[in-house]
C-alpha cells in the first residue's frame, strides 16, 4: 500500500517531485535523498543543484560524431593523436565510455542515439545514419565498426547501416560475436569488449553462417 | 572491479561527482542519472537544481517544535485545530510524517533532532530536550507522548527525558509496545503506528515489567 505522504513543508513537497523523477527513485528514495540534503552544509545542496543545471545547459553534441562534448568537436574528433580512417559506430554516449575504458581504440565514434526499433517507433531518421553516410562519403574513413548490442534491434540496424555504405570505398566491420548473444553492450564487462574489438570480422562474412 | 569511467565533459565529470555523493547513489547510478538529465528537456535539469537549491535554502526549522518548515512557526504548532495540551516527542522530522499518516493524532510535536548515543558521541545536549522542558514549564502541555524508536538509543533517551520531567505536573506516555522491540519507527507499518498510539500507556508503569 502506497500512501501519499503528507509533507509540511511545499518546498520540500518540490524537491520530493522533482527527485522522483528520476529513473528508479520513488517518493521514499526522494524523501530520503531530500531530507539528507537538508542535514548537510547549505554548499551541498548548492553544488549539487548547479551542476545539474549547468550540465544540461552547458553540454552540447559534437558536430561530428554526436557524442557529448561542451564544443563543436568533442576531445576525441579534434585530437591528432587519434586514427582518423576508422569510425567504431555505437548506440550512445555511455557506449563510447566503456569502448574507451577498455584502452585497447585508437579511432574515431559514431554516435547514433538508439537503434532502429519499429515497435518503439524509432526508424532510421531519427538516428545519426544519413550523418554516417556523408561522414564515409568524405573518403577519410577507411572502416566502419559496427559496435551495436547484440539484440534483435542491434542486428537490424547493423544491416541497415551495411546496406547504406554498401559500395563505398570503406571496409565494413563488426564487434566480434564474443559479446554474448542477448546481452546489451552497456553490462559487458570491459575485457569481453577489448576483446571483442581486437576480433572484430567482416560484415559480410556473417551471412549464412549459423 | 570498478574502474573510474572516463568522461569526455568536464561538466559531465561534476555532475557525476555530486550526484554520487548522494546516499546509496554509485558513481555508476550518478553516471545513469546524468545522461537520463540530457536526454530530457532542459527545463526537468533546471526545474530539479533549482528544486534542490530552493530547499535547502528556504527551509527553517520551527521555533516551537523543531519541526522543518518555511515560517518561523510550522503549520501543525500554528492550527487552531490542533490540541495543545499533547505533545508527541520523535526522533525527527520523517518520524513526525509518520505519525502524520496515522490519522490518529491531533496533538503537537517535539523533534528531538536523534537519540542519545554515547558511541557516536550525541549526548543530551546535542538533542532538543532543554527547550522541550522549557516547553513543558511553560504549563499549557498536559500530557508528553514519548514516541521514540524501540531500541536501546531510544530507550536511553526516554529515560533521560522522563528524569528530566518528572516532578512537572504532566502526565508521560510511551507508545504501546505494539513496535517489534528492535525496530525503527521509520520502517513500521502505519497500522501498527496506529494502533501503538491508542495504547500508549504510563511510562512509570513500565519498570520491572519483562
Redesign the interface.
Known amino acids: 500500500m502506497v ?1 501519499e ?8 513537497e ?2 520530493v ?3 522522483s ?4 527513485v520513488g517518493r521514499k ?1 526522494a ?8 542535514r ?1 552544509e ?1 554548499s ?16 552540447k553534441y559534437c558536430k561530428v560524431c554526436h ?4 564544443e563543436d568537436v ?3 574528433c579534434a585530437s591528432p593523436l587519434r586514427d582518423g580512417s576508422t569510425v567504431c559506430v555505437v548506440e ?3 557506449d ?2 566503456s569502448f ?2 577498455t584502452g585497447q581504440y585508437r579511432g574515431l565514434y559514431h554516435v547514433l542515439g538508439g537503434l532502429i526499433s519499429p515497435v518503439d517507433g524509432i526508424g532510421p531518421d531519427k538516428l545519426q545514419i544519413d550523418s554516417l553516410v556523408e561522414r564515409v562519403k568524405q573518403g577519410a574513413v577507411k572502416e566502419v565498426i559496427l559496435a551495436l548490442s547484440a539484440t534483435m534491434e542491434g542486428d537490424t540496424t547493423n544491416f541497415y547501416i551495411y546496406r547504406k555504405l554498401e559500395g563505398l570505398p570503406v571496409k565494413i566491420t563488426q564487434l566480434a560475436r564474443g559479446v554474448s548473444v542477448g546481452n546489451e553492450i552497456e553490462y559487458t564487462d ?1 575485457i569481453t569488449l577489448g576483446r571483442s574489438l581486437v576480433n572484430r570480422t567482416l560484415f559480410k562474412d556473417s551471412f549464412g553462417k549459423g
Chains 1, 2 share one sequence.
Open positions: 500512501t505522504q503528507q509533507f509540511s513543508s511545499l518546498l520540500l518540490e524537491a517531485t522533482q527527485l523523477r528520476l529513473p528508479g528514495t524523501l530520503r535523498l531530500a531530507l539528507h540534503l537538508l548537510q547549505p551541498v545542496a548548492q553544488a549539487l543543484g548547479n551542476s545539474i543545471i549547468k550540465l544540461r545547459e552547458g553540454i557524442n557529448i562534448s561542451e568533442c576531445p576525441i550512445n554516449v555511455k563510447v565510455m574507451e575504458n570491459e
